[in-house]
């Protein structure tokens, strides 16, 4: 039988997901999914596939906490023994993790075709695994959907016209995501009251990235800025495991509660109701943009230019004194967020349709 076989195995993976296996279904396209089992905690992992109602991964090849090069090797190792099984026509990828990597090495070295779903974005900065791989993926898909026109003007400046490769840009998967479950989490998400944060205003945070949690120096002036700004805002700090084990055993005092990691439904209402946002999240970027919040970016460079282009974002590294002037500056802005770059809320069911005729 013919079918599309999806590989996922971190939580911005997940949530892309939703959104293709959703258009699958519509189109009639049949998918098998596979999880590497990269993140593998309750909250990390399975309340996605709970709550978004993704497919349940029909295999989960529980691999994770290893470091790089173990990990994307036991991947690739495991993911070409499920190909061999399965035979789909097509493998589906997202974003830049090692499990992306890993299904888009096992899948082009059977000469199974790769899609890859967030296509041609780039730091330029190859000290970040995510850029390593994003650009070798990239290189050997046959299919590259990128979510942004500067996506697309990236592949170009790299040969991609000489490459016998599809580009295309359907938009931001990540937009409709957004834009489907805003209303529905609005209804099942408890989070505000929870935390009773109805009156106060609350600075929404997230850091994970590896060149923030793995450099002391970095760390540390990050949380001192939200420990500085505690004094104004609540901090609402739903926190990846990485950087929980971190801040225990070497970070400084916090002075406010962090969150465990949170569902999709409960991140999109703190999104809807924060003053602003603090992250080195990728995804989270785009999704304070979709919901209308300026958001300072723990980062030195992005992938996400546009945003930064438009005024919208601003790039603050690890910088406290910058964040905290930052804060100030944005706490004063009031632009309406009118600007699309990321397509127009179908990009799912654009790439899915083209697969289909592409493949079936
Ligand atoms: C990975 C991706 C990163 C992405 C992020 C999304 C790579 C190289 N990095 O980073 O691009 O932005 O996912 O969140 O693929 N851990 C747990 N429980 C979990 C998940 C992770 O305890 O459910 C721990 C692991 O054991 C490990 C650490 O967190 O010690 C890092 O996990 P790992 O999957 O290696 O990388 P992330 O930082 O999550
Ligand atoms: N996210 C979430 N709960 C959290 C933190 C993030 O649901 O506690 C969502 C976030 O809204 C976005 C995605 O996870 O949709 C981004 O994932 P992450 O920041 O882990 O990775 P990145 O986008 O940087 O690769």
């Not at 938009?171 to 834009?179: P, R, Y």
């Not at 949170?262 to 995804?283: A, I, P, Q, W």
Request: glycine share 6%; charged share 20%.
């Amino acid at each position: 039988m013919q079918k599309i076989l999806t590989i996922v195995g971190a939580r911005p993976q997940f949530i892309k997901a939703s959104a293709l296996s959703r258009a699958f279904q519509q189109l009639g396209v049949p998918e098998v999914l596979v999880h590497t089992g990269q993140h593998f905690d309750a909250n990390m992992a399975e309340i996605f596939f709970r709550e978004m109602e993704i497919p349940w991964p029909a295999y989960n090849l529980g691999i994770h906490s290893l470091p790089h090069g173990a990990m994307t090797g036991r991947m690739t190792e495991a993911i070409e023994q499920v190909l061999l099984t399965e035979k789909p026509s097509a493998v589906v990828v997202y974003g830049d993790t090692n499990s992306t990597l890993a299904g888009a090495l096992a899948a082009v070295k059977l000469h199974i075709p790769v899609a890859h779903v967030e296509a041609g974005l780039r730091s330029f900065n190859l000290r970040m695994p995510e850029e390593i791989n994003r650009i070798l993926t990239d290189r050997i898909s046959s299919f590259l959907f990128c979510p942004s026109a500067n996506a697309v003007k990236n592949l170009k400046e790299e040969g991609f016209d000489h490459f016998p490769a599809r580009v295309a840009f359907f938009g931001d998967v990540m937009f409709d995501v957004a834009l489907h479950y805003s209303q529905i989490a609005v209804r099942k998400s408890k989070i505000l009251a929870q935390h009773q944060l109805g009156g106060s205003p609350f600075l929404l945070a997230t850091l994970h990235r590896q060149e923030n949690t793995d450099d002391p120096a970095r760390l540390s002036a990050l949380l001192e800025a939200l420990n500085s700004l505690a004094a104004t805002y609540r901090i609402v700090l739903p926190l990846h495991p990485r950087t929980r084990k971190i801040i225990e055993s070497a970070g400084p005092k916090l002075k406010f509660e962090p969150l465990e990691p949170v569902g999709y439904f409960d991140m999109v209402e703190l999104l809807k109701n924060c003053s602003f946002v603090l992250t080195d999240s990728g995804g989270l970027q785009k999704e304070a943009f979709f919901f209308g919040k300026n958001c300072l970016v723990a980062r030195d460079e992005t992938e996400w230019t546009e945003l930064t282009e438009l005024g919208y974002n601003f790039l603050v590294g690890a910088d406290k004194n910058r964040i905290l002037s930052k804060s100030e500056e944005i706490s004063q802005l009031n632009r309406p967020f009118t600007a699309k770059p990321f397509g127009d809320g179908d990009a799912a069911l654009k790439i899915a349709a083209f697969l289909k005729q592409q493949l079936f």
